[in-house]
């Protein structure tokens, strides 16, 4: 509770929140879906999974780089053959959107990034990061957009 100065009524909460300010230790982000975080999306009309990095995240919709869910058996057997490869940069609008979670650990159970560098010695990150400058690279360059309205595939 606050007093009408905007500091706290209790004095023992003030004194930890400046400790913790003190000491370094910061408080959980209040949004974590932010650019760089790896992320699992769910698709309506039609119905689809994306695995990836977010770029951007607005009240448009969602800008990432990565690949089909449904995809990532191969995507990991390309990336550990050695094979060449381009990571999709799209732009999903919010109303396909229905959900959007962190790729975490759940458990015992790795994340797909855990999985995907488990199995290819390579940081998912990295390679969808890296996608996502070249997008914007291009974009600067007067290249064109480097990402796909997902309607376009309906």
């Given at each position: 509770?606050?007093?009408?100065?905007?500091?706290?009524?209790?004095?023992?909460m003030a004194?930890?929140?400046r400790s913790r300010e003190r000491s370094g230790v910061v408080a959980p982000a209040r949004n974590p879906f932010q650019p760089g975080s790896m992320v699992v999306v769910t698709l309506g009309s039609p119905r689809d999974k994306f695995w990836g990095m977010i770029l951007a995240l607005a009240t448009e919709g969602l800008s990432m780089s990565g690949i089909e869910l449904a995809s990532f058996e191969?995507?990991?057997l390309m990336v550990k053959d050695g094979e060449s490869f381009s990571p999709?940069?799209?732009?999903?609008?919010?109303?396909?959107?229905?959900?959007?979670?962190?790729?975490?650990?759940?458990?015992?159970?790795?994340?797909?990034?855990?999985?995907?560098?488990a199995k290819t010695g390579?940081?998912?990150?990295?390679?969808?990061?890296?996608?996502?400058?070249?997008?914007?690279?291009?974009?600067?360059?007067g290249q064109g957009a480097a990402t796909a309205p997902a309607e376009g595939r309906e």
């Amino acid at each position: 509770m606050q007093n009408s100065t905007g500091g706290s009524d209790n004095p023992s909460m003030a004194k930890e929140s400046r400790s913790r300010e003190r000491s370094g230790v910061v408080a959980p982000a209040r949004n974590p879906f932010q650019p760089g975080s790896m992320v699992v999306v769910t698709l309506g009309s039609p119905r689809d999974k994306f695995w990836g990095m977010i770029l951007a995240l607005a009240t448009e919709g969602l800008s990432m780089s990565g690949i089909e869910l449904a995809s990532f058996e191969d995507f990991v057997l390309m990336v550990k053959d050695g094979e060449s490869f381009s990571p999709a940069v799209v732009f999903f609008p919010m109303h396909r959107i229905e959900r959007i979670e962190l790729d975490l650990a759940d458990g015992t159970l790795p994340s797909l990034s855990q999985r995907f560098s488990a199995k290819t010695g390579r940081d998912p990150a990295a390679l969808f990061g890296r996608a996502g400058a070249e997008g914007k690279a291009g974009r600067r360059m007067g290249q064109g957009a480097a990402t796909a309205p997902a309607e376009g595939r309906e």
